[in-house]
């Protein structure tokens, strides 16, 4: 069997399991008991908090794409960080509307500027800044190396926005899971319904990065081609 046909496998298995682990994910969300102060518009937090850790954790495995790049200069190493950036912007995308509509009626508002809301910010700024900087330079190697810093340094951020909670005053809750402490500050009754979710989001963002991953692979491919063609 070759290479590519094992990848469409495990691509297709990720999404179809991705799928559903989520709607059975749904299922445990909705069926959960209601917060004892938010009642049932805390059941957003099934979506809000999975899609923030998958997001914020795949950009670490971008940094690790990147590093290999600046190791090996291959460009398939720099190819799967964009891929995997790409996908990580959609969850926390979904992370920063979860969080909004969540807001409104917690807080009264949709945004404010409190620290951890703050952070997140830079931190999705920074990452469409690297689109940016990606789209301005042409040469291959440059941009490459380029993105390959944003990434790095861009990660630095992403426990800046986890701690801001303990390091400052600040209106959001403290951490879901407190990786200093190895504590869990969730209803354990609330508990599996929240896991199931996050490896529903986790498969999902393995088989969007696989896919986004091929189509980049075959991009570059047809370029490659089109000066020989011509």
Same mark, same amino acid.
């Given at each position: 069997?070759?290479?590519?046909?094992?990848?469409?496998?495990?691509?297709?298995?990720?999404?179809?399991?991705?799928?559903?682990?989520?709607?059975?994910?749904?299922?445990?969300?909705?069926?959960?008991?209601?917060?004892?102060?938010?009642?049932?518009?805390?059941?957003?937090?099934?979506?809000?908090?999975?899609?923030?850790?998958?997001?914020?954790?795949?950009?670490?495995?971008?940094?690790?794409?990147?590093?290999?790049?600046?190791?090996?200069?291959?460009?398939?190493?720099?190819?799967?960080?964009?891929?995997?950036?790409?996908?990580? =912007? %959609? /969850? $926390?995308?979904?992370?920063? #509307?979860? &969080?909004? *509509?969540?807001? +409104?009626?917690?807080?009264?508002?949709?945004?404010?500027?409190?620290?951890?809301?703050?952070?997140?910010?830079?931190?999705?700024?920074?990452?469409?800044?690297?689109?940016?900087?990606?789209?301005?330079?042409?040469?291959?190697?440059?941009?490459?190396?380029?993105?390959?810093?944003?990434?790095?340094?861009?990660?630095?951020?992403?426990?800046?926005?986890?701690?801001?909670?303990?390091?400052?005053?600040?209106?959001?809750?403290?951490?879901?899971?407190?990786?200093?402490?190895?504590?869990?500050?969730?209803?354990?009754?609330?508990?599996?319904?929240?896991?199931?979710?996050?490896?529903?989001?986790? =498969? %999902? /963002? $393995?088989?969007?990065?696989? #896919?986004? &991953?091929? *189509?980049?692979? +075959?991009?570059?491919?047809?370029?490659?081609?089109?000066?020989?063609?011509?």
């Amino acid at each position: 069997m070759s290479q590519s046909k094992r990848m469409d496998i495990l691509t297709l298995a990720s999404l179809s399991l991705g799928l559903l682990t989520l709607g059975i994910g749904a299922f445990l969300a909705f069926t959960a008991p209601p917060a004892t102060e938010q009642g049932h518009v805390y059941r957003i937090i099934f979506l809000h908090v999975p899609s923030a850790w998958v997001g914020m954790v795949s950009l670490f495995v971008a940094v690790a794409y990147s590093i290999l790049y600046l190791a090996r200069g291959k460009a398939h190493y720099d190819r799967m960080a964009t891929a995997v950036i790409e996908v990580a =912007l %959609l /969850f $926390l995308s979904l992370t920063l #509307i979860s &969080g909004m *509509l969540w807001g +409104r009626p917690t807080w009264g508002v949709y945004w404010t500027w409190e620290p951890r809301l703050t952070t997140f910010a830079i931190l999705l700024v920074v990452y469409i800044g690297y689109f940016v900087v990606r789209s301005a330079i042409e040469d291959p190697e440059l941009r490459a190396k380029a993105s390959a810093a944003i990434s790095i340094l861009g990660a630095i951020n992403v426990p800046i926005t986890y701690m801001s909670v303990k390091w400052w005053r600040s209106l959001h809750q403290t951490q879901t899971f407190d990786l200093t402490t190895g504590r869990s500050n969730f209803d354990p009754a609330m508990l599996p319904a929240l896991l199931v979710n996050i490896l529903a989001l986790s =498969l %999902l /963002f $393995l088989a969007f990065v696989r #896919i986004r &991953g091929l *189509l980049a692979e +075959r991009e570059s491919a047809k370029q490659e081609l089109s000066p020989q063609a011509g």
